[in-house]
């Protein structure tokens, strides 16, 4: 047990799917998993393992944000020993080129983020994921005829963003082209560990043209980005 997690840890699977929404892990784990078990449920954050075709995994909600985010997989890597993180999210665009519903694969995160600096002394404002899971994710993608844009990310500590200067900056200075607001922290996190952390992502805000999905969009148009994650986790 941790400060945030009840789970044992042998009910805890290798493989995370792990979305910003507890509701949406509750939904992952009914639809997708069998022999569906809730592991740990403190602050309403409810976590479930089943098997996916056979292999076991956990579903377990980050929360928003990066220090929530922090919390979790600071927890899930170094506590329960987890060693592969999936991130299904969603995003906001920076750029007229991706539409609301299309797929973002996180190249690399950006962040103004105080995080990395102040848990572990490091100064890095852009962490990547990792490419071994990236792989699977574009590959299983292309085998679902599901096309995803490859993107490095702004992973902001802001959802309204009311000052357009930010939103510029993060785009000259590493071409983010989507922004969300937890993968700094997973990917600091799954680099400290010596583990593996990706981000698969929908997009439901356009930032440049102002459209964002509804509350029910933003959880119906998700089903292909968490299809593409459970896909991957088979061949990792
Ligand atoms: N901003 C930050 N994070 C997000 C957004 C957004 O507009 N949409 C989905 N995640």
Excluded: W
Excluded at 140 to 169: L, P, Q
Excluded at 191 to 219: C, H, M, P, W, Y
Aim: negative net charge; aromatic residues 8%; charged residues 25%.
């Amino acid at each position: 047990m941790t400060p945030h997690i009840e789970a044992n840890k042998e009910d805890v699977a290798k493989i995370v799917i792990m979305p910003g929404d507890p509701v949406r892990a509750k939904l992952i784990a009914d639809n997708y998993l069998e022999n569906v078990k809730m592991i740990s449920n403190v602050r309403g954050m409810n976590a479930f393992t089943g098997t996916y075709k056979g292999l076991k995994i956990s579903v377990f909600p980050s929360g928003m944000g990066i220090p929530s985010m922090g919390i979790y997989s600071y927890e899930l890597f170094k506590e329960y020993d987890v060693d592969k993180i999936i991130k299904v999210g969603t995003c906001g665009s920076y750029t007229k080129d991706l539409d609301l519903g299309d797929l973002v694969v996180v190249n690399a995160s950006y962040s103004e983020s105080t995080y990395a600096k102040v848990q572990d002394n490091v100064d890095d404002d852009l962490i990547y994921a990792s490419d071994f899971i990236n792989f699977y994710l574009r590959e299983t993608a292309e085998e679902m005829g599901k096309h995803v844009t490859i993107a490095n990310v702004h992973s902001s500590d802001v959802f309204y963003e009311e000052d357009d200067n930010i939103r510029k900056n993060a785009m000259d200075k590493h071409v983010c082209m989507a922004c969300e607001m937890e993968s700094f922290a997973l990917f600091h996190n799954a680099k400290k560990f010596g583990k593996k952390a990706s981000q698969i992502l929908t997009v439901t805000d356009n930032l440049v043209t102002g459209e964002r999905a509804s509350a029910s969009d933003r959880t119906n148009k998700v089903n292909d980005m968490i299809v593409i994650a459970l896909e991957s986790a088979l061949k990792l």
